[in-house]
């Protein structure tokens, strides 16, 4: 399986996504929909970036 690197796009998805549930689990910032869904957040996060590693035009 060959990979390459994410789009800019995809990659900043997922940063932003990532930065956010920190936030959230950190800081105690209440965001509606996330809060006490953290950990299925940040595994959607990664499963984006992954995705964008593996399958071309992501």
């Given at each position: 399986?060959?990979?390459?690197?994410?789009?800019?796009?995809?990659?900043?998805?997922?940063?932003?996504?990532?930065?956010?549930?920190?936030?959230?689990?950190?800081?105690?910032?209440?965001?509606?929909?996330?809060?006490?869904?953290?950990?299925?957040?940040m595994?959607?996060?990664?499963?984006?970036?992954?995705?964008?590693?593996?399958?071309?035009?992501?």
């Amino acid at each position: 399986m060959g990979l390459k690197a994410p789009g800019i796009i995809t990659f900043m998805l997922s940063v932003i996504l990532t930065v956010i549930v920190l936030m959230s689990k950190w800081f105690g910032a209440e965001i509606p929909g996330l809060t006490g869904n953290e950990s299925w957040a940040m595994l959607g996060s990664y499963t984006l970036l992954m995705l964008g590693c593996m399958v071309r035009g992501m």
